[in-house]
């Protein structure tokens, strides 16, 4: 009996071989690469990726896929296929020491933000992201300030790179057919500031002015700013949704370093 499509893993396979291509030709893999796939589902991007000669590691959560996928690949030399949770298998463990790793997917919707909240804990040993993510996550990576998509996620996602959005998806190329629209997201990763406690600190600058949007940062900071004396290069008068990324990374330098 065939597998069904599970809800619970976010299974909306790609049907149509153009945009299988389309994706593929932004991806633009080299002999060389090491690619890591997320979600391999039924082989459909899996396949094209291969063709490339790049090195492909996928990930698959479904052990009613993992046969099928294990059988269609089995001459394949440069295919491994990992059954595994994508959240917590460890990248580095099966990373090539030599150079970077791209990752790439149409991703399971359920685990966007937990996905991209690893790739950046790994940020130093991937070179860049391909994503097909829900179009409404896509719009929020790539916000600007003052707009309602701008937030937590844009903020932390332009810190570790730069996102760009190559083209929208229709629901009518997966089945089953889901209810919006996709995108594919492409991030160079390149951190601001390459330093893990620097990036922490962050982390928590950002979460803390978002988790009270609507709250001026005097107030939504407030545990952050006891003991903190001397003048503030923010005006804590205004909105986390005001602040560009360079203006929460000197936020961040004002309350953390010791001066
Ligand atoms: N790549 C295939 C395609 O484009 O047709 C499948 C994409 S489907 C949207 C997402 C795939 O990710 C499914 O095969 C699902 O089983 C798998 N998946 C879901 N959660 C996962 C996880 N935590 N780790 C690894 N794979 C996961």
């Not at 190559?166 to 089945?175: A, G, L, Y």
């Not at 889901?178 to 492409?186: A, H, M, N, T």
């Not at 290069?233 to 990374?249: C, G, K, Q, W, Y």
Request: proline share 6%; aromatic share 10%; net charge positive.
């Amino acid at each position: 009996m065939k597998p069904y499509a599970k809800k619970r893993f976010s299974q909306n396979f790609l049907i149509d071989p153009n945009i299988l291509r389309k994706i593929v030709q932004t991806i633009n893999p080299q002999p060389d690469d090491f690619i890591i796939e997320i979600g391999s589902g039924k082989g459909a991007l899996t396949d094209l990726l291969l063709k490339s000669s790049a090195i492909i590691h996928a990930i698959e959560i479904d052990d009613d896929l993992i046969p099928d996928l294990q059988q269609k690949f089995s001459k394949t030399s440069n295919f491994t296929l990992h059954y595994a949770d994508a959240l917590t298998l460890n990248f580095t463990s099966i990373a090539p020491k030599k150079h970077k790793i791209r990752v790439v997917g149409n991703i399971p919707f359920n685990i966007t933000s937990p996905l991209l909240f690893k790739i950046f804990e790994n940020a130093k040993i991937i070179d860049d992201v391909h994503f097909l993510v829900q179009r409404e996550i896509a719009r929020r990576l790539c916000a600007v300030p003052k707009t309602k998509e701008y937030g937590i996620l844009s903020v932390i996602t332009q810190f570790y790179g730069s996102p760009t959005i190559t083209f929208d998806v229709s629901p009518k190329v997966f089945r089953p057919i889901p209810e919006v629209y996709s995108s594919l997201v492409s991030i160079k990763i390149q951190p601001v500031i390459n330093n893990s406690e620097f990036q922490q600190n962050y982390h928590t600058v950002v979460r803390t002015s978002f988790g009270k949007r609507r709250k001026i940062l005097r107030n939504s900071l407030s545990d952050l700013l006891i003991n903190k004396s001397g003048d503030c290069p923010i005006d804590l008068v205004r909105r986390a949704e005001s602040l560009n990324v360079e203006e929460f990374i000197n936020l961040t330098h004002w309350l953390y370093d010791s001066n």
